[in-house]
């Protein structure tokens, strides 16, 4: 099988924007999409962004076992299709899946030779802002959401790098070195 890069951290740390980056530096790798319960924001497309389900939809595929990992975040469902993950490394592309915690605890399980990188914010002060200038959740979502990244931010020992998002091209670069260092040479 490809390799698969896992990337998680909390909600508002970046790992969309350094994902994107990381894409643009190293053209081979693809982004598996993940399913989600929750609605688009913005200009956010089906099968693009995300694969939008509903929770009937998504409890389904559960039921079948179509999930490589799935977890409950913020009110929401996520998760990586087997499918997905089968589709964009049948032909051997590496593959970054940009997951929760949960996910990626479960990935460990079920791809043990997975690559695991967790991002880490500079502070929580600095995540905070991050969540609030987004602008896509309410108040309330933004304490559920610093509230479970204090809790996941405990679990960073247990991923095999660890990434501090402060400087973005700082955070781009050591996650380009990652990803050079742990691709097959050819």
């Known amino acids: 099988m490809a390799r698969v890069f896992v990337i998680t951290g909390p909600s508002g740390v ?5 994902i994107r980056n990381l894409l ?7 982004l598996s999409v993940s399913a989600t319960t929750r609605k688009p924001r913005g200009d956010e497309q089906d099968g693009v962004h995300y694969h939008f389900l509903t929770d ?3 409890a389904s595929k559960v039921a079948e076992g179509a999930f490589v990992e799935h977890a409950d975040y913020s009110g929401r469902r996520y998760g990586t299709l087997r ?3 089968e589709r964009r490394t049948a032909d051997g592309a590496p593959v970054v899946l940009e997951i929760e915690v949960q996910g990626a605890r479960q990935v460990r399980e079920t791809l043990p030779d997975a690559v695991q990188v967790f991002i880490v914010p500079p502070s929580a002060e600095a995540l905070r802002e991050r969540l609030v200038g987004r602008g896509t959740d309410s108040p309330e979502d933004v304490e559920r959401r610093l509230l479970v990244a204090e809790e996941e931010l405990t679990a960073r020992d247990e991923f095999q790098y660890q990434v501090v998002n402060d400087r973005l091209e700082d ?3 050591e996650l380009e070195q990652i990803v050079s260092r742990e691709l097959p040479q050819r």
Do not use: N
């Open 83 to 85: 499918s997905e993950l």
């Open 14 to 18: 970046g790992k969309g924007t350094l």
């Open 56 to 58: 009937e939809e998504f």
């Open 171 to 173: 955070a781009v670069a």
């Open 24 to 30: 643009s530096r190293v053209p081979t790798l693809e």
